[in-house]
């Protein structure tokens, strides 16, 4: 082999793979965003952030049964709270997730699932989240908020053949 061949093997040895690394990141970026459908948390419109407390449906926060087995909680975050800060849905539970910030900007983390959504004043943040087995599903502001952001806190029970939390307002 002449020596100009072997220097051209030793470049192509390098440049296929600074090319193929690219080009199949790209892919699984493809597939998991459309094949898996996982996409970013949508946005569901603007709120007054000065109005919440009297804009529906962030004047009544809590848990509301959509269909069979789905659920949305209407969610506010506030300096140092969620509200609601406790739910309970049963085991099996599709929940949608309809969120905004009353003051600053917060987040709304919940481990062992794919939610992790920042919560924007007056922005409407929608994410949804699956719960098969029962347990208690902690979730917390994950954006620096204040002193006792640290605070910042509720959790997800979710009931094995249980019921969900009762609808919003008593009803």
Known sequence: MKRGTTIYLYELAWILPSVAIPVGM???LLVTSFGAGKHLPGVGGMVDPN?????PPFD???VVQVAPGRYEVDMVSQVWSFSPNEIH??????VDFVATSRDVIHGLF????????????GQIA???ARFD??????FYCHEYCGMMHHTMAGQIIVE???????PKGGQ
């Open 110 to 121: 919940i481990p062992k699932t794919l939610t992790n959504v920042m919560l924007l004043p």
């Open 89 to 94: 849905v049963p085991a099996g539970s599709e």
């Open 51 to 55: 109005k919440v407390d009297t804009t």
């Open 126 to 128: 929608r994410v949804h």
């Open 26 to 28: 790209l892919v699984a």
């Open 160 to 166: 094995a053949g249980g019921q969900a939390s009762p």
């Open 133 to 138: 087995k029962p347990g208690t599903y902690p």
């Open 60 to 62: 009544r926060p809590g």
